[in-house]
């Protein structure tokens, strides 16, 4: 299975092309849409959804990820192995989170070209046919060659921000569940909010915060966008008090 | 086959996680989304938009149908065999006009339940391998009891009201246009709107009424969205004159 | 493999039944969306984005393509075999600058007729079974009688037009950068525009063209929306100075 995680949008021809890259040199395997409108052009925000959503995904996927604000640039492609997934994608903080909370991994730096790059879409015409061969099984080295990626020290562990805003405009937080006091508040737009277990405990329009379905935290109404009713946008600061057990300094790896 | 009606969206994690389960469960069976903007949490008017859509599907077909309010309550999950296709989703309503239109229906509750399930997300963790299982042939016996879901008299075997609108502006109402005199103007938004048989019969500009694709009486303006025209949204009464035929007494199943 | 050219949209029915019945028709060939949100009704500007991302497909991929504005009129319906690729879509210009372009093309008139078909959704009930048809190795002789296709003469050879809009913002022309001299500047909206590389090469804000990833002169801001900033939209010209060689008396095909 092949995992995409990108800020391409659906509509458009960008993620089209990558799946045609895929049927054409990956033919049978499963590709699935895990996110196509990831920030856009926004690795660290992108670092914590995806280290949240990858998890989800049995050992083996590839996961696809490209939000690639210096395509064009000297910046390197990367890819990690991390407990049993395959990533692929630029080096530029996306694989941060999913490095730093890995029980194993590895790392290396892409240095497999196609016969044609285009400046602004290594998406369908680097990464995509890396993603197709590593899929097929090749091993990493086949494509790369063993190398240390960028690292972001500074990046906190949970990153007390939004990440993402849904369709519904729930606001997804950079904080795992997991990572708070059962009964913390989380503070975001001058609002405190309380933890529900889900949206059917609250009432009507009411704003509360719930461990969604991959551990992160997030801020919702019910029945109603969280992003109109607070005005939140990604990037607006959410903190959790008290006692939040947010570790803000960061463990190198 | 496999057809998804959800309000999910299609950007976000949501249906690709649904795919997600569905490519590791029923590898090889064929996923069709058919409305991943079904109205949201609203399983009225999505019950009207359902029963005529599914019916284009061949026998065979396991529509997974998830419009769920009331994900983490009480609310039972429903499998229904309905003319030989197989539905399964929420006890809310969603299925009251496929039951109520089917030659032959059975149902089920569903008693099989994933190892670990969330709070919020039942269409990922229950309903999707529930449908895997199901496409992959196993009886729906296997998985649930017989049992008789929540039925709705009080709601009309027609729908006079706004049921969906899509992308081009065009409202499809809750009315089957089988149901309705040739002649019959309908209602709506303070208009009255004559038939025509399609787009490029009326007028540039001009607004009217026409069986769609599916057999539903849809609103639209040649050229332009009826929706930004007149002034639509979902629920908005749509009222057929003279002599409409629609009966709005509900025929018990 | 399939590509899809469409203004149908991925939400809603349509994309989807229209997935439905390649499935069924055609089962196991890829279906890739290329496009989902071609310019809704607008044959000319869809012809040339089409003729630039229709080349990026290997030969033998089959381009079901449907932007249909005269749906349900007396218009035909076309087989376009062209380099090696077969195009299936309504006889209204869509395929005229694949046509024009191709070293060697063939056309045919659809004659093949499915058993029901709707007045408005000939995507789903003539191309898409058509479509199928030909993926699966039927021969255009076998659905289409040869015949001439409409022609445009004058349409130019490039379109000095904003074609089509991304989800970014950036604003794709109809002119091919390879019709351009190198330096060549780009008038749109009131503004001189400078050729770059890619985005990376311009400072942040800045407004620029550059030949993306189909060879099309498409406009972009760098970390910003061009259709907002310099407020393009669709339709919008976009001359080339100096000496743009754009050759604007057509040549028949």
């Known amino acids: 299975m092949i995992a995409l995680f990108t800020d391409f949008g659906l509509e458009g021809p960008y993620t089209g092309q990558v799946k045609a890259v895929l049927a054409q040199e990956a033919p049978g395997?499963?590709?699935i849409d895990l996110f196509a409108d990831a920030p856009f052009a926004r690795p660290q925000p992108c670092a914590y959804l995806l280290a949240a959503y990858a998890l989800w995904f049995p050992p083996g996927t590839?996961?696809?990820a490209v939000?690639?604000?210096g395509v064009g640039s000297a910046r390197a492609a990367a890819?990690?192995?991390a407990d049993g997934r395959v990533y692929v994608g630029?080096?530029?903080?996306?694989f941060e989170l999913v490095l730093r909370r890995a029980q194993a991994a590895r790392c290396w730096r892409l240095t497999w070209r196609p016969q044609t790059l285009s400046a602004s879409f290594h998406g369908r015409d680097l990464f995509a046919p890396a993603a197709a061969r590593l899929a097929r099984g090749e091993p990493p080295a086949a494509l790369a060659k063993p190398a240390a990626l960028g690292r972001y020290p500074e990046w906190p562990d949970?990153?007390?921000q939004v990440v993402y805003i849904?369709?519904?405009?729930?606001a997804m937080t950079?904080?795992?569940a997991a990572s708070l006091p059962s009964r913390a508040r989380l503070d975001a737009a001058g609002r405190r909010l309380r933890r529900a277990r889900t949206f059917s405990a609250v009432a009507p329009g009411a704003a509360f915060w719930y461990e969604n379905a991959n551990g992160l935290a997030e801020i919702a109404v019910n029945g109603g966008s969280a992003a109109a009713v607070l005005g939140l946008a990604v990037g607006d600061p959410v903190t959790a008090s008290p006692g939040s057990g947010v570790r803000v300094a960061a463990r190198p790896a």
């Open 29 to 31: 395997v499963a590709v």
């Open 62 to 64: 590839v996961v696809l």
């Open 67 to 69: 939000v690639d604000p």
């Open 79 to 81: 890819v990690v192995e």
């Open 90 to 94: 630029p080096d530029n903080g996306l």
């Open 158 to 160: 949970e990153l007390p």
């Open 166 to 170: 849904d369709r519904f405009g729930n």
């Open 174 to 176: 950079g904080l795992r």
